[in-house]
């Protein structure tokens, strides 16, 4: 057999395996933030402005995503998970009923538009140390600032 006939005759088959494969592993890892037990991973998340970011919670137990409001950069949107205008209104919500809390494999989403950094949290688990940052930078790939 020389060389395209052989191509010809593992091509297809390759291209389905593949395929096969990397669909499995989208379908895992359509998020960009996932939530463990007590943590957020990656901790720090770097996007450029306009990037819609998605947590997944990826455990058992419930969480929130809630931002920081105090210490959102200026100009920016406040967000939380239920969809809340403020951090207390996500905190008493959460306390009254566990609204906005997101439950296994429940997502949520946030387009991140003004540049800075937005530290968010866990409410259930803030004591816990579940926190998050988002970094909103022209330049995502290098850590330095
Ligand atoms: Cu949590």
Same mark, same amino acid.
């Given at each position: 057999?020389?060389?395209?006939?052989?191509?010809?005759?593992?091509?297809? $088959?390759?291209?389905?395996?593949?395929?096969?494969? *990397?669909?499995?592993?989208?379908?895992?890892?359509?998020?960009?933030?996932?939530?463990?037990?007590?943590?957020?991973?990656?901790?720090?998340?770097?996007?450029?402005?306009?990037?819609?970011?998605?947590?997944?919670?990826?455990?058992?137990?419930?969480?929130?995503?809630?931002?920081?409001?105090?210490?959102?950069?200026?100009?920016?949107?406040?967000?939380?998970?239920?969809?809340?205008?403020?951090?207390?209104?996500?905190?008493?919500?959460?306390?009254?009923?566990?609204?906005? $809390?997101?439950?296994?494999?429940?997502?949520?989403?946030? $387009?991140?538009?003004?540049?800075?950094?937005?530290?968010?949290?866990? *409410?259930?688990?803030?004591?816990?140390?579940?926190?998050?940052?988002?970094?909103?930078?022209?330049?995502?790939?290098? $850590?330095?600032?």
């Amino acid at each position: 057999m020389d060389r395209r006939a052989f191509l010809r005759a593992v091509g297809p $088959t390759t291209a389905v395996g593949l395929a096969g494969c *990397i669909g499995g592993r989208s379908a895992n890892t359509d998020y960009d933030v996932g939530m463990g037990a007590k943590v957020f991973r990656p901790q720090e998340l770097r996007v450029e402005p306009g990037t819609t970011v998605t947590w997944l919670n990826t455990s058992k137990q419930g969480h929130t995503v809630t931002a920081y409001e105090d210490t959102l950069p200026e100009g920016a949107d406040f967000f939380a998970s239920g969809g809340f205008e403020s951090e207390q209104a996500a905190r008493d919500a959460w306390g009254n009923s566990s609204d906005g $809390t997101l439950f296994e494999g429940q997502s949520f989403e946030h $387009t991140f538009e003004v540049r800075g950094e937005y530290p968010y949290f866990c *409410i259930p688990h803030e004591r816990g140390g579940m926190v998050g940052t988002v970094v909103v930078t022209d330049d995502p790939e290098t $850590t330095e600032e």
